[in-house]
């Protein structure tokens, strides 16, 4: 849906002053939300990966903020300062993450490579990685689809005959193989 092109003059300053407060507060709104839900998504996380899949998660709820603020029918004042206003929450999100790390392993009797792997984790996947200019932020809301399954046939081999150290033995091994109609370069796939 396209908005209509607002401009300094589109509307009197206190009918602005209004649009601003309304979206003042849909940002603290959504922001707020944002807390709750990765105190939650980083709770629940038990394994490294996890945590990195809930800090990239958490980049496109705060990549809302950076599109809007760069929308073509927002007056580039406001544009100026939705963005200067994003990148502010996120430097000082992503600052907060790594702080509550220090503490909270500082009081834990945790060792040291814990408290560093988890900065780590945090920093290598910041949420500041959304500011970079040439970060895409579309690929955030379009990804790309996955690639369709090929078709396949699955097939068992027979009895495996080896070769060992005392000749020639039958085992009652059998192999998987899978046949893709259109196999990649790797060819076809054998699994044991």
Request: net charge neutral; hydrophobic share 35%; charged share 25%.
């Amino acid at each position: 849906m396209e908005l209509p092109v607002l401009t300094e003059s589109s509307l009197p300053p206190s009918t602005y002053q209004r649009l601003l407060g309304h979206l003042n507060e849909a940002l603290s709104t959504a922001m707020t939300r944002w807390s709750s839900e990765f105190t939650v998504q980083w709770g629940r996380a038990t394994t490294e990966h996890d945590r990195e899949r809930a800090l990239v998660q958490m980049r496109t709820k705060l990549a809302r903020r950076l599109q809007l603020a760069d929308h073509p029918s927002l007056p580039a004042v406001i544009r100026d300062l939705l963005s200067e206003s994003a990148a502010t929450d996120i430097r000082n999100l992503q600052q907060e993450i790594e702080d509550n790390l220090l503490k909270s392993t500082a009081n834990a009797s945790s060792d040291r490579s814990v408290r560093e792997r988890l900065l780590k984790t945090a920093r290598a996947n910041s949420l500041t990685a959304i500011l970079e200019p040439n970060f895409p932020l579309g690929a955030l809301f379009h990804p790309e689809p996955a690639a369709p399954p090929g078709d396949r046939r699955v097939a068992l081999d027979g009895d495996i005959d080896r070769v060992g150290a005392q000749g020639l033995h039958h085992t009652p091994k059998r192999r998987l193989v899978i046949v893709e109609s259109n196999p990649t370069e790797e060819g076809h796939r054998n699994a044991q």
